[in-house]
Each structure stands twice: as C-alpha cells, then as structure tokens.
C-alpha cells in the first residue's frame, strides 16, 4: 500500500525549547517511517502576527530547520521545506479564500484567542490584519496543496483543521470533484510541558530550555525551576504531586525507577530540592548530548541546511504542482 500523505508545520520562532521536543519532533521522528511526511516552517504564518519584525525572520527559520535536523528528522524520510518556497500555497490559498465564508473564519476559536491576545496589550503594533484573519485558511492551503490526509497538532490547532475539513468538503462539492481529502488530525498524547516557573513554556516567557541550551545553561534554568513551595528544609516531608515542573520534568526525561527512587526520597524527606534539580540537570543533559553534538554539526554548516531545504522544496514542488493542476482544472481557471 503506498503511504498516506503527512503534513505538519512550525511557525518560525527560532530556537525550540523542550516542550517542542516532546509535544511535537519526537512524535515527528516515528511518523517519518509511517508516513509520507511533508514538514515545513510556516514563514507566513509568523508574517500574520510579526510582520512588522523581521529583523530575525531568516535566522529564525533556519534555527527551526537546524533543530529539527538534530532530533532527527530526516531529508531522506521526509520532505523538508520552507512555505513561502512553494508558490503554490499562495496560489491555492487565493483559490480557497474565495470559497470560505467570512463567518467559518470569524468564529474559530484558536483564531479568536489569538485576536484576544493582541489586543490584550503586550504588542500595541499588532492590528488585526486581513492575513491573520485568513491564518486558517493558509493553514488550509498548507495543508490541501499536498492533498493530505492526516495532519499531527496539538489540541489548540483542532479549530483550524475542523475548517480544513469543512474548505476541502465545500470545494469538492461547489466545483463537483472528489478531488480533496478531508484530512484527520493525529493528536499527540503528551502532557505538556511546563516553563521553568510553572507557566506555559515559551519563547517569549523566558522560561524555556532550548533544545541549544549547553549543559551549563541547562543546568542554571533548572537550578531556578520551582518546586512544591510549602517544603523549605530538605527534612520537610514533600509532596512530589505538588512538585509542578521538577517532578513533571523528572516523569518525562527519566527512567520509571529513577522517578519512584526520587517520590519516595522526596517523601520521606531524604532528598532536598537543590539536590533534586541538579540530578535532574544531569539527566536532560544526558539525554540532549547527542542530539546538541549534532546540532553543532548543522548550526556550523549553514549551507548544508540549506541544501536540505532546496532539495526538499524541489522533492515537494512536483507534488504541489500536480495538485494545483487539478485544483485550476476543476475552478477552470485553466484554459
Ligand atoms: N498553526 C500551526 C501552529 O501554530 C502551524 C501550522 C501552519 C500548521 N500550517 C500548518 C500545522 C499546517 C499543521 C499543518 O502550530
């Protein structure tokens, strides 16, 4: 049976931390060998929100890729490429732009969240732009120029795939083809991984680990990392189950007898909490050595990664050409 076709996307925020490690690569690792994946970094999605600061935009995308290739993804399993590098994103988005109703965009809730955020404050220049507004119908087009069937998101991405679906539905009975799947989201079960402070993890919180971080860095922002706050002598009994990110951290990175061995010191007062995150240091600098020592590898050669991503655009280009193809048939905007 050939395989089913895979698309899945970052926006280009640089450097990932952890969280995307274990929310979203590591699940990207294994469905390489399942599937025919399509992994790309969203460059125009970033444009929706920070089109005013692109100062970082190219070292940004190039972290991402950089990233990535370290966790192993692999250019030989998967295609890797950058979205604005395939035209026919742009050409199809315009395509499905004409058949989405105002109000499918209007009342997505991920999309409305995001409006709610900008204008909370924290970023006066952010408008709400007709791009934003159309980030799930990009996101769409991302999704339909590969004629996908599955597509791994976290649960906050849920909304924009329901309108995918809803687009690929409309557009096959409007132009009256079986032409698009209607693609499944594949979520990924892992618990999400909390900042330093016990705040959703993220670049702009400044409570992240990179997946870069040295070991010493590493080390110091776990140093910082809070425990279960009732507990300040290290004879205080603890309570690992309070214990927000060090015991959370410990249930993710290490081995089930280590997080037995480390509940039942901290609970019997065995074990104080600098002692804990240090061990716990030890372990995610373990479990990253390998990964940073390739990381080194690519950050140190840009232009390979930059090789990947010709090759990887010229490996996805065919397959989005000969979908659009169909797509300008059936709208007959082909002669
Ligand atoms: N919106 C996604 C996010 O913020 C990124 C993304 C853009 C995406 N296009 C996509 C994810 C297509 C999956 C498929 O995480």
Known sequence: MTKQNLVSGMRSTGKLHLGHYKGVIENWVKLQEEYNCFYFVADWHALTTKFDKTETLREDKLNVVTDWLACGIDPEKATIYIQSEIPEIAQLHILLSMVTP???????????????????GEDNNVQMSYGLLGY?????????????????????????????????????????????????PKLTQVPLLKGVDGQKMGKSFHNDIKISDDEET????????????SRLRKTDLGHPDKCE???????????????????????????????????????????????????????????????????????????????????????????
């Open 102 to 120: 105002n109000n499918w965009v209007e009342r997505d809730p991920t999309l409305k969240d995001m409006i709610k955020m900008i204008k909370s």
């Open 136 to 184: 799930p119908v990009l996101m769409s087009a991302d999704i339909m120029t590969f004629n996908a069937q599955v597509v791994p998101v976290g649960v906050d991405q849920l909304a924009h795939l329901e309108i995918t679906r809803d687009i690929a539905r409309r557009f096959n009975n409007i132009y009256n083809v079986e032409l698009f799947n209607e693609p499944l």
């Open 218 to 229: 590493t080390a110091k922002k776990v140093m910082q990392a809070i425990t279960d706050r």
């Open 245 to 335: 990110v060090v015991f959370d951290y410990y249930k993710v990175f290490a081995d089930e007898q280590t997080v037995s061995c480390v509940c039942e010191e901290c609970q019997k007062g065995e074990r104080g909490c600098a002692d804990c995150k240090r061990q716990l240091a030890k372990i995610i600098n373990e479990a990253f050595a390998p990964i940073r020592e390739k990381r080194i590898y690519y950050a140190e050669n840009p232009k390979l990664v930059k090789e990947i991503l010709a090759n990887g655009r010229d490996k996805a280009r065919p397959v989005a050409q000969s979908v659009l193809q169909q797509v300008n048939d059936a709208v007959r905007i082909s002669l």
